[in-house]
Every structure is written in structure tokens, then in C-alpha cells.
């Protein structure tokens, strides 16, 4: 694969924005190649592209990686601090919002532009967060932070918008007007300004200036639920409920409309009163108001018209048409004005939660002959949608844009500034972020028609409040007055979020180039690259016997050879289908064509499944920096892959290290050199037959302690074939006394120990509702918060009394009705869709103290060798360091309905559960070859597989051919989860669980845990378990008589010391000193502080933090972000290259081929 081609191919999918690939494309770049030398401009990207996606954990990793990276990218550093600074408020976290937007007006040269953001955004949170004092105090402080911005930006229509909004919340009418004028003036006409227009107009009793602003808002965007709405409640309080109903109607069909049950009740009330009026009365009555099919003819304001027309010509033949959006104006809904709206809308459960900017913050208008239900102090709940586009319209504009090339788009080194095109159009579009007040329901949204597009350049979208879509800067040498970080379209209040985009929408902000594709004949083979005296070591450690010298597609990204693809199915070891790296090194790419067929090291008998496919061509990319080993090439041709022995000694090794030093050969890959980026698996072919997709839970039944022990036991449940293993009356057989895992006894042992714990809703095991009851959903959110155990037990014992009363309460109305059954039913029907109770679950509490938890864990010492917490045959033992959960037990209390959300286990280890009880646990539970399917569902849904929460759907698997495994774990009951398989769990009574992990040694086990460990570095995800640590522990400790595990770790080793050689003589080749540090024991695995990758034996630590004895770990790639010649850096060494000599060299095959067996020095 070819670094540059990944990046050209990704900024492709952003300009049209499918993210979906788009991402996919840029986390291959970051795998081929962390050192890439447009790195910023990908973590940037991936920001922003997850900040749409509400991934906003992702976000910020990215934003920050963005950040600490010195070289040249589109945005400033003050741009990224903005967009880290929305992020917090996007996510209602408005105190560091406000702490980091004040931070950064701090910054000495603030740009203007940045500067009337920031302060437009701290004006917008005081004017609907309780961030400071009483109403008066906010409004003053809006007021005044949204004055400060206009200073700064004077044509910002979205600061007069806002700024209209805080004067009319205080009753300045004349001034609201005013500024309500400025925004139309200053920016492209908003439905959310005509939309609040009326609402002063109704406020100020003038029904006719309010309907004609209300038109001017729907006229705009016929999806704008609240201005339907609020034109609704208008007609009513004219007494018109017919025009009402259409209003309400409108609003309905409005994909922007979360309240559709409220509106749907409304509809019926003021049906039911027209069913009792005479029809006589309803022709003679007199009307205030033009009905809504006479009121759509009105004149509007001129600038509007035109804008409108002009806008509707430009964009009408590129937006498909859809009827579900169309205004209704008679009960036949005919369609009219069919002004296209954009596509792909998320739905407002997904976002839930998130803050709307432009949430009502002002009175409710008085209304006449409205039912006491509709203004009894009710709002109309609005919640905020975000906006994903992925239009991939051609207009005009874009294939102006994708035709406009560079010649030399990105030659030249890393200093030099990115030839991108710098005038990026902006739809102004805004960010900020608000609530509505409980005891209104007139709302205003914004405008989801299209927006003007400014300078002819092509718009760029950011992410912005409630995850809205806003602008991505552009570095320009004279910054337009009118460019915002965040866009000025209209805000969408109540219910919307920010207004959609044009077709354009979120565009690669730089001009595409266009790579000149040259097939170049192959270049000579340097002879220093292959070992003479073992041509097979060679080839080992290129990953390829000799090479097509290919130049650094940094140097020349526009000449770019095709490579050939080529595959065999025999190879000599099984090997994990995905590569170890370690942050010691990056790879870089070249160039290449091959002609023989790729060494595979995995074999295809092993009957493991793969990840990563089968061996491809790892093309990637250099750059020219200080340090000699950073300038990679790589070697293409291949040797057979019969011919490759994993068995050379250390002394091979580092004789072929020096000489590939010498050439400047460098790649962290551990495993297959030639292993592409993993890929999820896909769907097992053929699809089971719908009868299997609910197969028997694999279970036994122990009746004594000998059952316990029996060696058939531990084969079966670590046998791939059982994802799962129930192993029943498992404490009975060993006489284990789970009344030490007890509430009570906990209490009376620990009582303030810290429980985490995660409110949820209670519903139904097998469904997951959204909030609102109307719809089933992925997402599966819960909010967290600690106590102790003492309060979390009083809140147990409460749920099981309220339990009891409520039954008490339910029997006594069950002999009331007994005749009645249908209405039993239908109740019971709708408990099923909420309203959901609110239940808390304690969740990970820790119980590795063995001074506090003596007895607890002696008593897991009973336990059959396979499944406690420490044994000599659990690889998690030979980790050396404490792991949380994992190596150590936790414990959960629940209550009936506690959720623990669809996972894998951390790095697919196997893992023990034991019900307490008294109560029972459901589990559902998938294999392992089916997870990358469920990843799929789980992209579509608009969540991330490894960090978000969610519960299946279990019709959607079931549609997918995806077997679940549902089963009842009683009390007493062990659940034995397989390596890699999927689960998910909820308590059916009140029971306490107690949960670890453990790691067989077996080749199934590791090779899955490094494929694990390679997707979590693809998705810049952190692994628990340091894959590369405890492969040299395991080395040291353990004899391997597999020989597929030990080939597996074998070349590990090899790969790693491959490593640690290279980039230790290339730095003391650039004269950087490798300082002696060692060990100590029990000392943890280390991580880059930054990116969360595992860093081994050669540790990049800033001399500050070395001279303060602090000791923060960075990785190479993130050390030379952050200082080019790492001259703000010292390189600790843990590890002496001959201890490690010594451990590759005495790790052989054991003799016995089954058995596996602990050395002397376990």
C-alpha cells in the first residue's frame, strides 16, 4: 500500500464527504505510516470528520495529536484550540468550554476572525447556561461578550442573531429588531431569524407581521420544525384550528421534529373539536389571519425573494426530491414550492443530550382557545439533530474544484508550507450551543436550505454545538473579514440543530491534485540490502529479498508507481494475520513493484481465521529529517516463502540490522512486513440457515470438585469452536463461599470503597429503546458517577423494597381488573416503549487490594488452574504489572435491568464471570467470526465498535445471519467467555458478579490478541495489555512445545530486536546519546503519553520531565512532532541489547508438541 496514494484517495472522500471512507483512508496512512509527512493534516481531518460523527472522544485525540505537531497544516494552532474548546462544549461540559475559549483569548496575535468567534461563543453559552448568577447577570455578560465580537467582526450576521436573541429574552423589543435587521443585512437570509422575527411580532400582539415572518421561515426551509410549529400555535390563537392543523402537520413530517407524539396528540385534540363544531359555524367565522394556502402568495421582503429564487435555480437540479419534507397545505398534502432539503439527516437520539445554539430561550407567547394540556407549563420538547452530510452531488462548483490542480502539490520536505489553495468559501454557519426553558414551546430553527457560497471557493464544514456542521479554515495570507470558524447559517433551535449545509458540504479545503501515475521501470537493487552469507535472514528482515528502490513519496507524491499484488497460500509458520509495532520506530514507505509472490508467514492451515487478508504490498512513505533513520526503503522482491527460517540467532540478526541500518531500511511492523492495515472480518460464508441462528448455549454440569479439576474441562471451554461455555453449580461443586462477595459482607468489610456507577434506563433484555419510546436503537448512553459502597448497598436494598411494594401494587390492581385482559395487555405493551424508569449500576469496583480483600481472593484460590486470577498458565500472569479488571477481580452490584453494553474483552482475552446472585444475569452472546459485522452495525448507527456503548438489535443480526447464544447465569453459575467473542449482559434480579480475565496459552489466544492489539492501533485506541512486553516475558518465562505459538512469538522477538537495534545505531549515528536507565520491578509497561501506543525499552522523555524525575514517555513519531531533531528530548534505555540477545536466543521449542510447560526461571 502507497502512503501518498492512501492520502490523495482520502482527501478525495472528505471533498465529497463520504467520512465514512474518508476515515478509513487516513487510518490506513497513520498505520502504513505514523511519521507520514502530512500527519497533522490527517489527525486534523479526523477530527473534525469524527466531531460530525459525535465520536467526540475520538475528536479530541485527534485535535490534540493535531496540536503537539510542529510541522505546517490548513488550520493555526489557535483554529485546533478552538475547535478543542467546542468540542467541551458540544458536550455540555460548558465550564471547560468557557475555561479553555478564555485560555485562548489569551493567546498574544489572536487572529480577528478567531478572536469574534470565541467571543461569540462565550456570549451564546452565558445567555443559555447558568454559568454565572442570576438572568440579569447572564444576559449582561452575553451582551456584552457578543458587543466585544461584533468590535471584532462587525459583519458577522450570526452575532447580530444572537445578539437580537439576548435583547428580546429582556424585553428590549426595538434593539432585538434592530439586530434581528443587522443579521439579514450582514449574512445570507436565516429561517431562524424570520422564525424569531415573529415571535417578537406575536409577543408584541401584531399577528400579521408575525405570520409573514413565520412564511419568510418555512419559505426558506420547508423542514423547519419550529417555525411550523410556532406558525401552528399562532393560527390557533387567531382561532383558526384548520390552518392549525396543517401547521402541525408540517411539523410532523419535518425530519427535524423529535416531538411528533405531543404534535400527533394536538392534531386529534383540535380534530375532535372541529368534529363537534356545526360546519355552518366554520363558514361564516370571520378570520384574522389568511389561511395558510392564501398566506404562502403573500409578498415577502424583496432581498428575500431574489436570494430565494437565485438559490433555488443554482441548487434545485442537484437535490433530489423528497416528499416527506413538503409542506402540507390541505389534507390531500399537495406539494408546492418543492425547494430540495439535504440529505442524510442523524436522528435526535443519536445526539441526545447534546446543546442546542439555538434553543428558545424566550417567553411563550400568549395564545387564545388552547387546551389547559398544550399551555399548563409544557414545552414542546426539541431536541437537536446533527447534520451529517454525505452528498456526493456533482455540481458545477465541485467539478471546478476537482479539476483544479498543482503541479507540485506536495514536494519538497517537511518545513515547507503546504501548497494548498487558501480561499475556502464559507457557509456561514453557527455553533453556539443553548436549552430552552421548561415553560415555553415556541421555538426557533434554523434555515436547512441552501446558503450562499462566498468567493467562489469551495465551502469546508466543521463540526460545531450539538455536533452541528461548521467551517474549517483556511490559512490566508489576508484573512477575509467575512470568514468564520464558525459558519453563520441560521441555527436551528427547539427541536434542529444547526442548519444543513448546501450539496457542497463539508469539502476538502484544499485544491485536489491530480498525481501523475507513472509506471517507471524498476530501480536497481543496492547491494548492501542483501545479506550475502543469509540471503534467508534477509529477506526475513526486509519482509522482501531485494528491492525496487522506490523515491520518498513525500519528496515526489506525483510519481507514483503502481504495485502488484500477489498472493500464496502455502507458508511454512502461522503467524498472527496482523503486525505487532512498537512506538520505537515508524515506518516509511517506497514505491515498488513486485514479480514473485508474497512471503506469507501465516499459514492457511492453522484454521485461524485472519484479519488483515492475506500478505499485500506495504508501500510507504519518507521524509527528509535530521535523523538518519527515518529515511526508509524497503525491499520488493520475494523469496519463497518455504525458504524462510524464524530461527536465526541473535548474532544474524544484528549483522543483517547493521547493514539494513546502513541503507537506511526502517519499519516498526513485528509481524508480516507486507501485512496491510487490519481489516474486521468479513460475514463467514455461507450464511448459517435461519434455524441455527439460535443455537444451544454450551454448558456443564459439575457435581463435584473431581468434575472441577477434570483436564477435559479446561480443553473444551478454550476449544475456538465454543464462544461460550456455561459451567454450572460450579461454586457447589467446590464448596466456594460466594456470601464473601455479598453486599453485606462487602459493607461490613469495605465501606467506603469507591464504586463507579452508570445511570440507566430499565427496558426489556432482548430490546433497546431511544428515550423517547418510538423507535429501537443501537446507542445504549448512561451517564457516569461514583459513591461507595455503603450508599450504593442502601440504594439496593431501597430498589428491592420499592420492587416489592410495586408488586403488592400491581396484584391488588390485577384483582380489580381480572375481566379486563385486553387492557392488561395493552399496558403491558406499553411499558415496553417508556416511559423508562431511571436504575444505577455499581460497576468496576476494584477488588485487587489484597490486604482489603484477603479472604475474597483466598477464596478464588479453589478454583481449577484455568481460571483463577494468577496461574502459571495464564499469560495475563507473566504481564509483570497490575492491570486493572483484567489481572485483577472486579466486582458489580446490580439491580434487575443493570446493562453492561455490547464488547469484546480488552485485547479478545478470555474472561471469568461469577454470579453472586441472589438474583439471575442474561447474557447474549456472539462468536467471534461475526464481529466484524457487528462493527458494521455499529458504523451505521454512528458508533465507534471499541468506545461507545450499545446494545443490538437483536432483529438486525437476525436479519444479518449473526447467531446469538442467549442463555440465564444463575447464582453460582461460571460464564466462560472465549477469546474475541461478543457480549452483552443484563441483570434479571437484584445479584452481585465478580469478573477477571485470563489469557490460555494457546495460539488461538495470542494470535488474537495481536490482531486486537493491531485494530486498537488502527483505531488509535489504547491496548490494556502491552502485546510487545509480555511477549519477551512470556520468552522469558515460559517453554512454548506449540509450535504455533512459539513461531508467533519468535518472530515477534525478532521483529522487536530488529527494532530496538536500528533505531538505537541510527540515533547514535545522528549523535543523539542513549542514556542508561534499566528497571525496576514491577514497573509497568509504557505508553506514549500522546497517542497511547505501547512504547518498549528505548523511551523518548522530554529533558524536563527527565531532570523532574517525571519521567512522561513519548514514542518516536510523537517526540519528532514534537521537536524535529529531538533536541527537547532524552532517550532512556531499559533494556541492554545483550539481555535481550541472551532472552531471543535461549526462547526454542520445548520437545513435547502439546503439552506447554514453565521454565525453571517462572
Known amino acids: 500500500m502507497n502512503a501518498a496514494f492512501l492520502y490523495g484517495l482520502g482527501l478525495v472522500y472528505f471533498y465529497y464527504n463520504a467520512f465514512h471512507w474518508a476515515i478509513k483512508a487516513f487510518q490506513d496512512v497513520l498505520y502504513i505510516d505514523p511519521s507520514f509527512c502530512r500527519a497533522k493534516e490527517i489527525h486534523l481531518r479526523l477530527g473534525l470528520m469524527f466531531k460530525v460523527n459525535t465520536d467526540y472522544r475520538s475528536s479530541l485525540k485527534h485535535f490534540q495529536l493535531a496540536l503537539i505537531d510542529c ?262 398534502q399537495t406539494p408546492i414550492l418543492q425547494q430540495p432539503l439535504s440529505l442524510h439527516m442523524i436522528t435526535p437520539s443519536q445526539v441526545e443530550g447534546l446543546s442546542c445554539p439555538a434553543k428558545k430561550t424566550r417567553t411563550s407567547s400568549q395564545t387564545k382557545n388552547v387546551s389547559d394540556n398544550w399551555n399548563s407549563g409544557q414545552s414542546v420538547s426539541h431536541h437537536p439533530e446533527l447534520q451529517q452530510l454525505y452528498s456526493l452531488c456533482l455540481t458545477p462548483q465541485k467539478l471546478q474544484g476537482l479539476h483544479k490542480s498543482q503541479s507540485s502539490c506536495l514536494s519538497g520536505t517537511t518545513e515547507e508550507q503546504l501548497l494548498f489553495s487558501t480561499g475556502c468559501a464559507q457557509y456561514h454557519q453557527a455553533t453556539s450551543t443553548g436549552f430552552k426553558k421548561q415553560n415555553e414551546h415556541l421555538t426557533l430553527c434554523s434555515n436547512s436550505g441552501p446558503q450562499k457560497v462566498a468567493d467562489s471557493h469551495l465551502p469546508s464544514h466543521i463540526a460545531t454545538s450539538n455536533g452541528q456542521q461548521g467551517i474549517i479554515f483556511t490559512k490566508e495570507s489576508k484573512p477575509s473579514k467575512h470568514r468564520s470558524l464558525v459558519p453563520e447559517t441560521s441555527r436551528h433551535t427547539g427541536d434542529t440543530s444547526n442548519g444543513s449545509a448546501d450539496v457542497n458540504g463539508l469539502s476538502n479545503h484544499v485544491h485536489h491534485t491530480i498525481a501523475d501515475v507513472v509506471s517507471g521501470p524498476n530501480h536497481g537493487v ?300 395493552e399496558n403491558s405493551g406499553r411499558r415496553k416503549k417508556g416511559p423508562f424508569k431511571t436504575i444505577k449500576f455499581g460497576t468496576n469496583i476494584d477488588l485487587s487490594d489484597n490486604k482489603k480483600w484477603k479472604l475474597q481472593l483466598h477464596e478464588l484460590t479453589k478454583l481449577p488452574a484455568f481460571v483463577r486470577v494468577v496461574s502459571a498458565g495464564n499469560l495475563l500472569s507473566h504481564v509483570g504489572h497490575t492491570i486493572l479488571g483484567m489481572n485483577t477481580v472486579q466486582l458489580y452490584m446490580k439491580v434487575p435491568g443493570s446493562r453492561t453494553p455490547g464488547h469484546q474483552e480488552n485485547n479478545n482475552f478470555c474472561s471469568v464471570n461469577i454470579n453472586i446472585g441472589p438474583g439471575d444475569c442474561e447474557w447474549f452472546v456472539v462468536p467471534e467470526d461475526y464481529w466484524g459485522v457487528l462493527n458494521d452495525f455499529c458504523e451505521k448507527n454512528n458508533l465507534n465498535f471499541l468506545m461507545s456503548s450499545w446494545w443490538p438489535n437483536l432483529e438486525d443480526l437476525y436479519e444479518a445471519n449473526v447467531p446469538v447464544y442467549r442463555f440465564i447465569q444463575r447464582p453460582g453459575d461460571l460464564v466462560w467467555i ?26 488461538c489466544q495470542y494470535k488474537l490478541a495481536v490482531e486486537r492489539y493491531e485494530w486498537n492501533k488502527f483505531q488509535s485506541v489504547k491496548s490494556l495489555v502491552p502485546m510487545v512486553h509480555l511477549s519477551w516475558n512470556m520468552a522469558r518465562n515460559i517453554k512454548v512445545s506449540d509450535p504455533k505459538l512459539f513461531e508467533m512469538i519468535k518472530y515477534c522477538l525478532l521483529k522487536i530486536l530488529k527494532q530496538c537495534q536500528t533505531l538505537r545505531e541510527a540515533l547514535i549515528a545522528a549523535g543523539k546519546d542513549v542514556i542508561w536507565h534499566g528497571r525496576t520491578n514491577d514497573e509497568p509497561a509504557h505508553y506514549c503519553s500522546i497517542c497511547e501506543v505501547e512504547v518498549f525499552n528505548l523511551l523518548f522523555v522530554t529533558i524536563e520531565s527527565n531532570t523532574q524525575k517525571t519521567y512522561i514517555v513519548h514514542c518516536q513519531d510523537c517526540a519528532r512532532k514534537t521537536s524535529r531533531s529531538l533536541e527537547n528530548f532524552v532517550v532512556l534505555e531499559q533494556y541492554k541489547m545483550e539481555d535481550l540477545i541472551q532472552v531471543y536466543d535461549q526462547f526454542k521449542l520445548g520437545s513435547d508438541r502439546y503439552a506447554l510447560s514453565l521454565s525453571s526461571s517462572s
Open 978 to 1003: 472465549n477469546a474475541g467473542t461478543v457480549h452483552w449482559v443484563q441483570a434479571v434480579g437484584w445479584c452481585n458478579n465478580i469478573a477477571w480475565n485470563v489469557g490460555p496459552l494457546t495460539a
Open 71 to 332: 510541522n505546517p497544516c490548513t488550520l493555526s494552532s489557535a483554529e485546533i484550540q478552538f475547535h478543542i474548546a467546542h468540542l467541551h462544549e458540544t458536550q455540555r461540559k460548558y465550564h471547560s468550554a468557557k475555561e479553555a475559549y478564555e485560555q485562548l483569548l489569551q493567546t498574544e496575535n489572536l487572529p480577528a476572525q478567531v478572536k469574534a468567534t470565541v467571543l461569540q461563543q462565550l456570549g451564546w453559552m452565558h445567555h443559555n447556561m447558568d454559568l454565572v448568577g442570576d438572568k440579569a447577570t447572564k444576559e449582561s455578560y452575553a451582551i456584552q461578550y457578543l458587543q466585544k465580537s461584533l468590535e471584532a467582526d462587525p459583519n458577522s450576521g450570526q452575532s447580530w442573531y444572537f445578539l437580537g436573541r439576548c435583547y428580546s429574552s429582556i424585553g428590549k423589543v426595538q434593539d432585538a429588531f434592530i439586530s434581528y435587521r443587522q443579521s439579514i443585512d450582514k449574512s445570507e437570509a436565516s429561517a431562524d431569524t424570520w422564525c424569531s422575527i415573529g415571535v417578537l411580532y406575536q409577543q408584541q400582539n401584531q399577528p400579521m407581521d408575525a405570520l409573514q415572518a413565520y412564511i419568510c421561515a418555512v419559505q426558506l426551509d420547508h423542514g423547519h420544525a419550529a417555525a411550523w410549529m410556532d406558525l401552528g400555535t399562532l393560527y390557533e390563537s387567531c382561532n383558526q384550528p384548520q390552518d392549525a392543523i396543517k401547521c402541525y402537520l408540517n411539523a410532523t413530517r419535518s425530519k427535524h421534529c423529535s416531538n411528533t407524539s405531543t404534535l400527533a396528540a394536538r392534531i386529534k385534540f383540535l380534530q375532535a373539536q372541529l368534529c363537534n363544531l356545526p360546519q355552518s359555524s366554520l363558514q361564516n367565522k370571520t378570520k384574522l389571519l389568511p389561511s395558510i394556502e392564501e398566506a404562502w402568495s403573500l409578498p415577502i421582503p424583496a432581498e428575500l425573494t431574489s436570494r430565494q429564487g437565485a438559490m433555488n435555480t443554482a441548487q434545485q437540479a442537484y437535490k433530489p426530491h423528497d416528499p416527506n419534507t413538503e409542506p402540507v397545505l390541505n389534507h390531500s
Open 526 to 825: 543496492s547491494p548492501n540490502l542483501l545479506i550475502s552469507d543469509n540471503p534467508q535472514l534477509s529477506a526475513l528482515l526486509i519482509g522482501k529479498a531485494s528491492d525496487s528502490m522506490g523515491t520518498g513519496t513525500c519528496d515526489k507524491v506525483n510519481n507514483i508507481r503502481p504495485t502488484v499484488h500477489t498472493k500464496t497460500d502455502n507458508s511454512v509458520v502461522s503467524l498472527p494475520s496482523s503486525a505487532i509495532s512498537t512506538a520505537t520506530s515508524s515506518p516509511k514507505s517506497t514505491e515498488q513493484t513486485s514479480t514473485n509472490s508474497v512471503t506469507s508467514l501465516n499459514s492457511s492451515h492453522s484454521g485461524l481465521h485472519t484479519v488483515n487478508g492475506e500478505g499485500l504490498e506495504n508501500s510507504q512513505s519518507s521524509t527528509k529529517i535530521d535523523l538518519p533513520l527515518v529515511s526508509h526503503r524497503s525491499a520488493c522482491q520475494i523469496i519463497p516463502s518455504m525458504s524462510v527460517s524464524i530461527c536465526p540467532s541473535s548474532a544474524e540478526v544484528l549483522k543483517a540490522c547493521r547493514n539494513l541500518g546502513k541503507n537506511g531500511l526502517f519499519n516498526s511492523c513485528i509481524s508480516l512486513d507486507k501485512c496491510p492495515p487490519p481489516r474486521p472480518p468479513t460475514s463467514p460464508y455461507p450464511p448459517l440457515p435461519k434455524d441455527k441462528l439460535n443455537p444451544p448455549t454450551p454448558s456443564i454440569y459439575l457435581e463435584n470438585k473431581r468434575d472441577a479439576f477434570f483436564p477435559p474441562l479446561h480443553q473444551f471451554c478454550t476449544n475456538p469452536k465454543n464462544p461460550v461455555t456455561v459451567i454450572r453449580g460450579l461454586a457447589g461443586a467446590l464448596k466456594l463461599d460466594l456470601g464473601l462477595f455479598s453486599t453485606k459482607t462487602l459493607v461490613e468489610a469495605n465501606n467506603e470503597h469507591m464504586v463507579e456507577v452508570r445511570t440507566q434506563l430499565l427496558q426489556p433484555s432482548d430490546e433497546n429503546w431511544d428515550p423517547t419510546g418510538t423507535k429501537k436503537i443501537w446507542r445504549c448512553e448512561s451517564n457516569r458517577s461514583h459513591t461507595t459502597i455503603a450508599k450504593y448497598a442502601q440504594y439496593q436494598a431501597s430498589s428491592f423494597q420499592e420492587s416489592l411494594r410495586e408488586e403488592n401494587e400491581k396484584r391488588t390492581q390485577h384483582k380489580d381488573h381480572s375481566d379486563n385482559e385486553s387492557t392488561t395487555s
